[in-house]
């Protein structure tokens, strides 16, 4: 079954093996403004410090920042939805298949740099947000 949902867990936690990374597609690169106010902190991956999104970027879906999800294999993830991701790669199809959020097809991110699985880019025919697991996302602080 052609399902991302049932990659193992020492495939969702560490990095991908050789053969997904004919997956990976340049062209879904999105690039998100630096700012000069530094009231807007970055949000990094949690492995290797790529800077990955803002505060400003969450958004609620159905009504939450936060969700728990918990995939057809019993893996629960706390995600986090954000409108706008950059230095992340896409792997395979879109898929409709068990969708945590309903009219939505999913599709794994990973890293660009560390390649290390930080969630899924869901997407509608009119819409698309990104939902991050919480533990692979680290807030900068303000301090700079
Ligand atoms: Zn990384």
Not at 1 to 6: I, K, R, V
């Amino acid at each position: 079954m052609d399902n991302f949902y049932s990659l193992r867990l020492p495939v969702l936690f560490f990095k991908l093996s050789d053969q997904y990374k004919q997956y990976l597609d340049p062209k879904e690169l999105e690039e998100i403004d630096d700012g000069s106010g530094g009231d807007d902190n970055w949000i990094v991956c949690s492995i290797c410090q790529n800077k990955l999104t803002k505060n400003k970027e969450k958004i609620e879906i159905n009504g939450s920042h936060h969700h728990q999800c918990t995939n057809p294999h019993g893996l629960s993830f706390h995600i986090r939805c954000f409108q706008k991701v950059q230095h992340i790669k896409n792997m395979g199809n879109p898929s409709a298949n068990f969708s945590w959020f309903s009219g939505y097809k999913w599709t794994i991110v990973i890293c660009h740099q560390c390649h290390v699985h930080l969630g899924w880019k869901f997407q509608s025919d009119s819409h698309h947000f990104y939902g991050l697991i919480n533990d692979r996302l680290i807030e900068e602080n303000d301090n700079r």
